[in-house]
């Protein structure tokens, strides 16, 4: 995810750029930059930081204009660094372009490129060069031409030199919307820019690109034909359009979930060879086949990713794996030596315990590798390899679409690696398939999101609660319980469901309800049992089963139904109704459901 913003019109363009700049960093803060054509001239500048670095940059210094692009970013192709931050530019300094998004096949289209000297690492300014090289005159006609080539997803916004009275943009997977004002227009990815100047916004839809002048706009499919489109007026404030309209991040954030999970698996799979892709690793073949061991390292939610992803290293490739709460880790004197591989795991990239733990792991000889959402943060520059999982930022304190892409990232290495020991290209295949339809699963169960929040009414004046699951639905019953303890303060256990027999049962009351996962895998019939041993002691039950399972009525006093899958992908469904059950619990409650108290979203303390 990143941030663009654009002004045509009669004002001055730099203080409309910077302050919808502002106004998008919760989409991308690592770095910022505006471009204003004034005079037949682009003048650009960019810094790295959060826009107020830009801001102090530029004070003092001149950009006069009425026609500009601006773009904060959350990198994804390319280190933290000035070359990296957008715009791009093209043809010396004539063309210039924003990009939000990921260009899947930029080396095949960098190879058609003349113009090979490159400022930069990203995938965009090979985009940008790409439309210079097509453009013979007429700026919308090279757009037209170029993107049909393009893999992947954008948002865009483009000016030439020699057109000083229009922005080219255009979509496709990555939002832009126009704001309609008095001979001038807005643009950018969401509406809070737009909202201090005009209400009057259109939406651009994917596969459109428009033409904007100080006049009019003209919005065209990429076959040529012209489209007509309404205005629509918007009636929010800012901060509910920073949320997309949601009460708050994190439900934003829940439901942003199946497109990050997109952007996690687009371009790192390989049907035809049943198999991931996944460049971060920097491992040859024969140096993958040396590892012996693997260590997932991470805290909190992130470890409960490692948890799931265990059981598909095991099972896919025969290697054994552990978790390890990176806090435990450090100081337990690991055994680690080079045919270890560990992966540090997490979301911010600067949790203390993970950092010091992955030091730890390079000390003792092990191979380390990151799988980190912040582009940039410590654990990816001290891994200085692996992956990152393209989560989008992520601001409430709970993690939800970062749980879903780190155990995505996980599974593809499990994968990958599974294919250089026992699992065949048919077995892979399978998986791959069953990855794809994950995204549309997950809108069926977050379509049940009210029917969640009356269950969330219903229980949430009781004070403790049971997490129950087997085999890979015990991380997810850990997720569960971890989700709802930071946000609802009720306190809850997660149990692995067999083990209920020695010990817990023992506080089993009508008081304490009990949420079982009870999917249709090789447990469901092992778990059935545990459940009749809860009921047995009067506990209520509220179950997670699988679409279609009649049976489990029998054996709930509410249950919420979720797609099926394949066991090993189950925990990236059974999680969403956890994560909308805590979500619920706790705004019934009347908590902070963004800020809980006494946590942070970054933990840099030991
Ligand atoms: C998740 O909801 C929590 N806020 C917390 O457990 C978190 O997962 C943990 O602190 C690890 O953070 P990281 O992924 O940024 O390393």
Redesign the pocket.
Known sequence: MCGIVGYIGKKEALPILLEGLRDLEYRGYDSAGIAILNQGKIERIREVGKVDMLVKKIAGKKFPGSIGIAHTRWATHGGVTEENAHPHLAGNGKLVLAHNGIIENYRELKKEIKDQNFESETDSEILAKLIFQNYSGDLLKAVKMTLPRVRGTYGLAIMHADHPDEIVVARLGSPLVVGVGEDEYYLASDVTPILPFTKQVTFLDDGEVALINRQEFKIFNLKDEQIIKGVTQIDWDIETAQKGGFENFMLKEIFDQPTVFEDAIRGRIDMSEGTAKLGGLNMNLEEMRAIKRIILI???????ACLAAKYAFERLSGIPTEVDV?SEFRYRDPIVDEHTLIFA???????A??IMALREAKRKGGVVRGI???VGST?ARETGAGTYIHAGPEL?????K??TN?VAILLLYALEFGRLHHTTPATGQRILQSLLQIPEKMNEILKQSEQIKILADKYKDYNDFLFLGRGINYSVALEGS??LK??SYIHSEAYPAGEMKHGMNALLTPDFPVLAILTQNQLYEKMKSSIEEVRARKSKTIIIASVGDEEAKELADDIVYVPKTMELLEPLLNTIPLQLFAYHTAVALGRDVDR?RN?????TVE
């Open positions: 991470a805290c909190g939610t992130a470890s409960y990176s795991v997490s979301q911010s990239g600067e949790t315990d993970t980190v959402n912040v654990i409430a304190v709970a993690s939800t970062a749980y780190m971890h989700k930071e946000i809980p946590l942070a979203k970054s933990v």
